[in-house]
């Protein structure tokens, strides 16, 4: 299994540029999710998915849009990126309800001009 | 919302030592408490949890403890090995739906030889 795979591992943008962040997992997980993790605040949770179909906010949504047409897949998109978005991205996966892990993907590195 | 609070930011030790780093949270219906480590440019990983009905648990070097009374747990590790320098975050959950996490702000932990 190659576990939770992200797309770019970095990736540049001018202000007002829109791009997705690719998110993807083979284990079959029923939840996902999107952290942005910025210096000294840790992993902070912008928008999860309880599977195909379901989608919600979590505590960073703003400026952020999320869809979960499959299980497999989780993209985070950018409509109008702003400075303020500059951090690494983290999509995360877990089999489903309860104090489950959480396996991450290896991050997306993005910066805002 | 939940609130985690951790300390310290930064930890020197030197090899052998024990570290210690501990955590605060807010919300009394928290009841799933995990550890991740994170090295320089991957995800972070979960290298302990506890849950809410035990005060402490033990994976051989590396111990956690809950007290649920003052809302606080900690990670203990010992005998500390220069492999162990990475940076820890504590995260709280209800263990509810997705089991979304809040995570402290981390410590970047460093074992010198």
């Known amino acids: 299994n190659a576990g939770v795979t992200q797309t770019p591992k970095f990736q540049v943008l001018k202000t007002g540029q829109s791009m997705t962040l690719q998110c993807a997992q083979d284990?079959?997980?029923?939840?996902m999710s999107w952290y942005r993790q910025d210096p000294g605040m840790g992993l902070r949770l912008i928008h999860y998915?309880?599977?195909?179909?379901?989608?919600d906010q979590g505590e960073v949504p703003n400026g952020y849009n999320v869809s979960r047409s499959t299980t497999e897949d989780f993209p985070l998109r950018l409509l109008s990126a702003a400075p303020s978005q500059t951090s690494v991205y983290f999509c995360?996966?877990?089999?489903?309800?309860?104090?489950?892990?959480?396996?991450f993907g290896p991050g997306t590195r993005l910066t805002v001009t | 919302g939940e609130n985690v609070e951790q300390h310290p930011s930064t930890l020197s030790v030197q090899e052998g030592d024990s570290a210690v780093i501990k955590c605060t949270y807010s919300d009394s219906a928290s009841n799933y408490f995990p550890w991740y480590k994170q090295e320089l440019g991957k995800g972070p990983q979960l290298i302990i949890d506890i849950r809410s009905n035990v005060g402490e648990k033990k994976d051989q070097r590396i111990a956690v403890t809950l007290n649920k009374t003052a809302k606080h747990f900690s990670l203990h590790i010992t005998e500390t090995q220069p492999e162990d320098s990475a940076v820890y975050f504590c995260a709280a959950s209800r263990g509810n739906a997705g089991n979304m996490l809040t995570f402290g702000g981390g410590t970047r932990l460093m074992v010198k030889p």
């Open positions: 998915s309880v599977g195909a179909g379901i989608t």
């Open positions: 284990m079959n997980h029923e939840y």
């Open positions: 995360a996966s877990t089999p489903g309800t309860g104090p489950y892990e959480q396996y």
